[in-house]
């Protein structure tokens, strides 16, 4: 046999291949042609889209619509490839308003299904259908119907066996599709949406619903009621939505939507600003709520990235990542960050099930001394409540009257439980009355918040205020660290740390923030160490002195099991009272637990 003869020959793919290879790129799975087709009707003006599933979409997706329709002759284009009517020369690809424009995902579909298409014009008396499998189509036939479109996918990969193995359970694929609805769906107001499986109605929003209706249908209650609106612009770029309470944030970033002129995306930069505009709010690796809207120009974002369209390149993107965590920022400090009492109420209710006994849930650490306490003995055999340290009466009865004068940071907010009894538990936590029932605060997460909020303000205003030492402290860090401190020696000069070399090896610590209240020189100074090696940021970054401020506030402040006067409690009340940032500690541990009236209710089975 001739080595020509078994040389492969170049040919061109038959049409059918091509479409498939293509197919390979967009359409994965179910929930793919879901988002292809609703993203259609979207495209046509649509007000009402229902999808139609069976089997998880397996065995039929069917998306119905009430937009412009297609021309009968139009029809059999929609499904050639690279036939869209959305963009026609190169310099439209420059400012894509549409949805669609790469005039694929017909093709594809059609080459990997049995396709069905009906669709009617609005001012056509009958409308056009035409069925395709395997890339044949047949002829045009005329046909009643609605106006508006309808195609139905069946059976999808029945000619590619080996994509049809990738597909998940019925249940899996179910809920893909599902989510790519709802995501449309909250991307898309003033759109209807229906969608129902096996005959079942799974999901469905009005026309006429805003987001918060959205989040609520989809979402439930508890999440729609405690967002906290949004809202910026710069210049023609708005930004519009909700954010939620941190209590919400979730392992995966499945609640965090973003959505670019109506177009649900995923994308890096936009996950890293949600992160910036909840840092000290919210625990590491915990991936904030948020329901975000951006409507911008179109020429200033490429949305031709990737096939599925969903990344993005913004043209000028340090600014948008500024603007964007700018105008977060105050919403997220918003939101409520208390830990609701309900919630551990149900947490204490399940370990009594399990344990019988009502031992410490605020066990008393370190042990208390005598002076001013409940005997500590008794305390610590859990035989009597924890209350440890009674206040005197309301040093002013009449609620709101005058705030105590003689604090060193009084409140200025009128808060009118303020001046209210209060109790201080185990020396650590601080139990006070409120209009709707009664809060515990941990005082010493909620000392940091304050110290820290305190020192950034200063900061901001390059105003930090030292105390500078006669003699300084000194502090072994080995030559490596030395070196790399001594680069930062600058910058941390901003935030009131005042750092100097002693030799090989050795910092002097000459002065540190006069705000702090016991500042621990060598801890900070060796915490400023792991936050520089851990950050890798520019020695200038404000994100690196915020976390050396944060540091300082953490090691120089009321530490739990302090004993706290009354008057320097109801000054950190007072404070507190005053603070905009006073419901987590910059580590983002809560500062407080809520109980209302409801949750007592509950605890005694009164409702
Ligand atoms: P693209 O959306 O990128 O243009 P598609 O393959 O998804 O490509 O669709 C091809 C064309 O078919 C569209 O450009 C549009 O003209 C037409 N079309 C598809 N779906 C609909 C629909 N639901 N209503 C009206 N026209 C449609
Ligand atoms: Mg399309």
């Known amino acids: 046999m001739s080595l020509a003869a078994q040389r492969p020959r170049i040919a061109v793919l038959p049409e059918l291949v091509k479409n498939q290879i293509a197919a390979g790129e967009v359409i994965e799975r179910p929930a793919s042609v879901v988002k292809e ?19 998880g ?3 039929l997706i069917r998306v119905t619509d009430d937009g412009c329709g ?43 299904a049995r396709v069905r298409a009906f669709s009617r014009r609005h001012d056509a008396p009958l409308g056009a259908q035409l069925e395709i ?6 002829d045009v036939r005329e046909a009643g119907g609605a106006a508006g479109t309808s195609i139905e996918v069946r059976d999808l990969f029945f000619n590619t066996p080996a994509r049809r193995r990738f597909l998940k359970t019925t249940a899996t694929e179910l809920g893909r599709a599902l989510d790519v609805i709802q995501r449309l769906a909250l991307a898309q107001i003033g759109v209807g949406f229906v969608a129902t499986h096996d005959g079942r109605r799974l999901f469905d929003v009005e026309p006429s619903m805003d987001l918060r209706a959205r989040v609520r249908r989809t979402f439930g209650a508890e999440l729609a009621d405690a967002l906290v609106p949004v809202s910026g612009a710069d210049g ?14 979730r392992g995966d970033t499945s609640r965090q939507m973003w959505f670019l002129n109506g177009r649900p995306l995923r994308d890096k930069i936009l996950a890293r600003v949600l992160r910036d505009a909840h840092r ?22 490429d949305v031709n990235v990737h096939p599925a369209k969903a990344e993005v390149r913004f043209r000028d993107e340090r600014r948008m990542f500024g603007f964007l965590v700018a105008a977060l920022r105050p919403a997220v400090q918003s939101t409520d960050m208390a830990t609701p009492g309900e919630r551990l109420l149900s947490f204490a209710q399940r370990r009594d099930d399990t344990a019988h006994t009502h031992t410490h849930t605020l066990a008393p650490q370190p042990a208390p001394r005598q002076h001013g306490f409940a005997d500590s003995g008794a305390l610590a055999r859990g035989e009597r409540p924890m209350f440890v340290r009674e206040s005197l009466a309301p040093s002013t009865p009449q609620a709101g009257a005058s705030t105590p004068a003689r604090l060193d940071e009084p409140a200025r907010r009128g808060d009118d439980t303020l001046c209210g009894p209060f109790l201080q538990v185990a020396r650590t936590y601080i139990v006070r009355a409120l209009p709707d029932g009664f809060e515990v605060l941990d005082q010493h997460a909620l000392h940091e918040r304050l110290t820290f909020e305190q020192l950034r303000e200063e900061f901001e205003r390059g105003a930090i205020e030292v105390q500078r030492r006669l003699t300084p402290e000194l502090v072994e860090v080995g030559a490596a660290h030395a070196r790399l401190l001594e680069d930062h020696f600058e910058a941390l000069a901003q935030v009131g740390v005042l750092l100097g070399r002693f030799g090989e090896g050795v910092i002097a610590v000459h002065g540190l923030p006069a705000r702090l209240r016991r500042p ?27 976390e050396v401020l944060h540091r ?16 320097e409690i109801r000054a950190l009340l007072a404070r507190a009272a005053d603070s905009p940032h006073d419901q987590t500690c910059p580590h983002a541990r809560p500062t407080r637990v809520r109980f209302t009236l409801a949750d007592l209710e509950k605890a005694f089975h009164r409702r």
């Open 37 to 55: 087709l609703v993203e259609n009707a979207l495209d046509a003006g649509a007000t009402r889209i229902q999808v139609d599933l069976e089997e």
């Open 57 to 59: 979409g397996v065995k």
């Open 70 to 112: 297609m021309e009968a002759s139009d029809l059999p284009l929609a499904f050639a490839a690279h036939a869209t009517s959305k963009l026609s020369n190169v310099d439209d690809l420059e400012h894509i308003a549409t949805l669609g424009f790469r005039g694929e995902a017909l093709a594809s579909i059609a080459s990997v």
């Open 133 to 138: 499998e395997g890339g044949r189509a047949s």
């Open 236 to 249: 023609d770029t708005r930004l519009e939505g909700f954010v939620a309470p941190v209590r919400f944030a």
């Open 280 to 301: 000290g709010f919210v625990v590491d690796g915990k991936q904030p709520t948020a329901f975000l809207s951006l409507a911008m120009d179109p020429a200033k974002v």
């Open 520 to 546: 621990d020189a060598e801890s900070l100074v060796r915490d400023v160490i792991a936050t520089i090696e851990a950050s890798g940021a520019a020695p200038d970054s404000g994100v690196l002195m915020e």
């Open 552 to 567: 300082a506030a953490c090691r120089s402040s009321v530490m739990a099991g302090d004993e706290l006067s009354e008057i």
